[in-house]
């Protein structure tokens, strides 16, 4: 008789998070067929049905919801373990899954790669990148070890390891370049380009713009700094982007950055990690051994 193996647990959990086969089977790195063999298989372990297969999605059925809790589980505890021998084998070595958010992963990630490639030659770094409530999930059920994020996330189960502050920047078009960088309460009153909801940069901004919900609801969204950039050549608006974006997202778009007046709206970047996990210490070793990225040129930014 086929026995419930830790494959079908890691399987069952890719769909239960993606609740899509073809997705799932992606996130598992083996083809659509092969996952649904395996699911297949589990269900026939349990001698009843996990999941409701639609045209579109997967749904869950109520004996899977609760097989999908505790397998998550029963993983979380097989990686602590996995990761307990690890913790006392000297230098940090081995799989490390790392989340890191959109607007640092393409402008950081290369650097934080060749940085720990040199100081950790063993480790075998799974960056993913996506939006902090989705790391956060992620990271409290134990499918990320550490995640690089805004601070602080306020998450009393999570340690937190400040790497450094920038600032933001206003982005206009090119043809503003002469003209004065407007009051915060100027600001307020300009077509202004943030990301969609989802993104913590986005709900930064706002908050440094001190806007109201009603107007908030009102800005144009875009799905990328890139996009909004480029939507601020176009002459549509203005935004505000991390200065490490800088160089990159405005290399090929007709705008001008400025530094916004004192008290000037940053951020603080850093990584943050369970603090029940056993690789901890390493962690904290990790994350004192990154050097921030450099900051931009001044003469890149107007007055």
């Known amino acids: 008789m086929t026995q419930l193996t830790m494959k079908h647990l890691r399987y069952f959990d890719a769909l239960a998070r993606q609740r899509h ?3 799932a089977a992606e996130a598992s790195s083996i083809s659509q067929p092969a996952l649904s063999l395996q699911i297949k298989e589990l269900e026939e372990i349990l001698g009843a049905p996990l999941v409701e297969r639609g045209p579109r999605q997967v749904r869950l059925t109520a004996l899977g919801e609760d097989f999908a809790l505790r397998g998550a589980e029963i993983l979380r505890a ?4 996995a990761a307990l021998g690890r913790s006392g084998s000297g230098p940090l070595a081995g799989r490390l899954r790392l989340g890191i958010i959109p607007t640092v992963a393409p402008y950081f990630l290369p650097q934080l790669i060749r940085q720990l490639s040199e100081r950790f030659p063993d480790l075998d770094l799974r960056p993913r990148e996506a939006v902090t ?3 956060m999930r992620d990271l409290a059920e ?7 994020v805004a601070l602080p996330v306020s998450e009393p189960s999570l340690a937190e390891h400040p790497l450094f502050d920038e600032d933001f920047l206003l ?20 077509p202004l380009l ?19 919900p009603a107007l908030a609801g009102e ?12 939507m601020v050549g176009a002459g549509i608006g203005v935004t505000l982007i991390p200065e490490m974006a ?33 690789l901890a210490p390493q962690l904290a070793e990790l994350a004192a051994a990154l050097v921030p990225p450099a900051a931009m040129p001044q003469d890149g930014i107007a007055g």
């Open 21 to 23: 086969f073809g997705r």
């Open 78 to 81: 097989v990686d602590e373990l």
């Open 219 to 230: 800005i144009m969204q875009g799905s990328s700094l890139s996009t909004l950039v480029q």
């Open 246 to 278: 800088a160089t990159v997202e405005t290399r090929s778009a007709e705008v001008v950055l400025h530094r916004l007046p004192d008290p000037r709206p940053s951020r603080t970047i850093g990584l943050v990690w369970r603090r029940t996990n056993p």
């Open 142 to 148: 134990g499918r990320l070890d550490l995640a690089l």
């Open 194 to 212: 943030l990301l969609e909801e989802g993104h913590c940069f986005r709900d930064q901004a706002i908050s440094y713009c001190k806007l109201p």
């Open 171 to 190: 982005v206009r078009p090119s043809a503003m370049a002469g003209e004065p960088v407007p009051a915060l309460e100027d600001l307020r009153q300009m």
């Open 133 to 135: 409530p989705r790391l």
